[in-house]
């Protein structure tokens, strides 16, 4: 079966950085679009980046400049390096395939 599994969220300060990763499975990874959604307290869930087969990428306004997704096709992974973090970038962080499977979700907390 289908498997996304998130890790590295955690608390940091302003101005932070963290990288996350999504370890995927049971499905042929290279042929599929991935994204990191977020979803804050109170908050609908929000697309924050995509990177397509292509590897091209896309990026919420609110995060460009600031995050960085990327794949590797040989570990079945998507990553989001995140830099300059701000408090309202705390969130629950989902990784998603194809607009269809997801992961559990990675808590970051960005606050002094």
């Known amino acids: 079966q289908v498997q996304l599994v998130e890790s590295g969220g955690g608390l940091v300060q302003p101005g932070g950085s963290l990288r996350l990763s999504c370890v995927a499975s049971g499905f042929t990874f290279s042929n599929y679009a991935m994204r990191w959604y977020r979803q804050a307290p109170g908050k609908e869930r929000e697309l924050v980046a995509a990177?397509?087969?292509?590897?091209?990428?896309t990026y919420a306004d609110s995060v460009k400049g600031r995050f960085t997704i990327s794949r590797d096709n040989a570990k079945n992974a998507v990553y989001l390096q995140m830099n300059s973090l701000k408090p309202e970038d705390t969130a629950i962080y989902y990784c998603n395939a194809a607009r269809t499977w997801w992961g559990q979700g990675t808590q970051v907390t960005v606050s002094s």
């Open positions: 990177v397509s087969v292509g590897v091209q990428t």
